[in-house]
């Protein structure tokens, strides 16, 4: 303080009556505080985080409470959209304004921040973090993540810290801290921002899958995916299994109404077991072609631990799906010494966590429906139908050869001696069958694939060289050539 500033403030005062005990308190925190923080020539009074905050709110910021919000790392553009969509009300307004200062302030709250920016300079005025986070397959939305919202609202003067995830420094989480005149505005505004998070959530009707944190810990953002558009004429299953898929999920969902006024729940587990390569997640992807509205979780390897959450989200944001790929996988990670699935009981106590009345279905696949039947036994009523999805028969192979061989142009001889030569074989085997020709045609710079060049790539699939192939597509024992005609015995 100079000395002309100390006149005008004490002067008069001093000249009537000694400074009391208060002022003399306050002449000595300034004088420790320009000793602790001298004012270089750098010193810019503009970025004075405190000051600047004092002026917008009319009273020292440490003076009024602050409420605080939390929510999960991958909400952080459902909350800023929701603080401009509860900004835009009327008679409401906001200014947003950055702030500088030491790496760590995600470790501290908005306390510490005010403390810290006005005795030690630590904090300052500066330009807002964003973050680009995806919001759709298409698109992307520059968050903040950490900025303070200086808002009115009406007469009322507050300020709302908006901090997102930052997870090298361990704090992962999105936080809202509100300075307001009273708690019941900042509980308030919380509780209308919440609303607001839920009813206009980005994540609502998109397919969704979890990421790992790239630090070893938490859950990443969101990978969004673009909703599959296959048709019947895409999925070759054996007759009338289809269908009875269809009707436990696609079914329920369409006569959600009835059901429910006939006091039956909504919620329901389909279990898809069998071969590798098969068309399990083929089938699913049918599935969820045919529920646009409905939210879509997966979770497959590291990520299925992220079932809660999922479950949260689905329960949420529903009509949801939450699907499960390779649970077999989770099936033998067992507690050490506990003879028990832990993750698994997990996965089956979330799903029986909901309500009758969620719309949510359960979508599980597997590859040894042996490794989760013990569970499922243990727990019954959590899926309600598991069908196996087999190897594809003489018919189904000949629609395979026709689903991904179109253009091939081939006879009904070639198709006969192909389906007889890959009994045994996957959907998956088909698939890559019909690739490699290609490719062969390609290498000889042919526009056209012949029969010849059909018969060649299943030659090089079946061969002895090709035998850990055949496994990866799905093939558990090699597909044999068929018999020899029977020598007729001579009589």
């Known amino acids: 303080m100079s000395e002309a500033e100390y006149e005008r403030r004490y002067g008069a005062e001093r000249e009537a009556s ?32 405190t000051e600047r905050l004092r002026a917008h709110l009319g009273t020292a910021p440490g003076d009024r409470p602050v409420v605080k919000a939390a929510y999960p790392p991958y909400d952080l553009p459902n909350v ?59 698109a992307e939305l520059a968050c903040v993540s950490c900025g303070f919202y200086l808002g009115a609202d009406g007469e009322d003067r507050f300020a709302v810290l908006l901090r997102g995830p930052a997870d090298e420094y361990g704090h992962n989480k999105v936080e809202i801290e509100v300075l307001a005149q009273d708690k019941e505005f900042a509980d308030r505004l919380l509780a209308e921002i919440d609303v607001l998070v839920r009813e206009h959530n980005i ?31 895409d999925i ?62 997966i979770l497959s390897g590291t990520t299925i631990e992220a079932i809660g959450p999922a479950c949260a989200l689905a329960r949420m944001l529903q009509p949801a799906l939450v699907v499960l790929e390779d649970c077999d996988l989770i099936a033998e990670a067992r507690d050490h010494g506990s003879g028990e699935q832990p993750l698994l009981f997990q996965i089956l106590n979330e799903m029986d966590g909901l309500g009758d009345d969620a719309d949510v279905a359960f979508l599980l696949t597997t590859n040894r429906a042996d490794l989760l039947e013990p569970a499922l036994v243990q727990r019954p009523g959590r899926v309600d139908l598991a069908v196996e999805i087999p190897l594809p028969d003489a018919p189904g192979r000949a629609r395979l050869l026709g689903l991904y061989g179109t253009g091939l142009d081939l006879d009904e001889e070639t198709t006969a001696e192909v389906v007889t030569r890959t009994e045994g074989t996957t959907a998956s085997f088909t698939k890559e069958l019909v690739r490699r020709s290609v490719l062969i045609a390609a290498e000889r710079e042919s526009a056209r694939t012949e029969p010849a060049d059909l018969r060649e790539a299943l030659d090089e699939l079946l061969s002895d060289h090709d035998q850990l192939t055949r496994r990866l597509l799905g093939v558990s024992s090699p597909a044999t050539e068929p018999p020899p005609a029977a020598t007729p015995e001579p009589e």
């Open 236 to 297: 070759v299953l054996p007759e009338g299994l289809l269908e009875r898929v269809e009707r436990q999920v696609v079914g329920v969902a369409r006569r959600r109404e009835q059901l429910r006024a006939a006091g039956q729940h909504l919620r329901r587990g389909l279990l898809l077991y069998g071969p590798p390569g098969t068309g399990k997640t083929h089938t699913i992807r049918y599935l969820l072609s045919h529920l646009p509205q409905f939210t879509v979780v």
């Open 203 to 233: 994540f609502r009707g998109q397919v969704l899958s979890f990421e790992g944190s790239e630090f070893g810990h938490g859950l990443g953002p969101f990978r969004f995916h673009r909703r599959p558009t296959l048709t019947r004429d």
């Open 80 to 138: 800023q959209l929701a603080l401009e969509k509860w900004f835009a009300g009327d008679g409401r307004s906001y200014e947003l304004v950055g702030m500088r200062g030491a790496q760590n302030r995600t470790d501290l709250t908005l306390g510490d921040i005010l403390e810290a920016a006005d005795r030690h300079d630590r904090f300052t005025i500066g330009a807002v973090d964003y973050a680009h986070l995806p919001i759709s397959p298409d």
């Open 18 to 49: 000694p400074l009391s005990l208060q002022q003399i308190s306050e002449l000595f925190y300034e004088f420790l505080a320009a000793v602790a923080r001298p004012k270089t020539k750098d010193y810019d009074p503009a970025r004075n985080l």
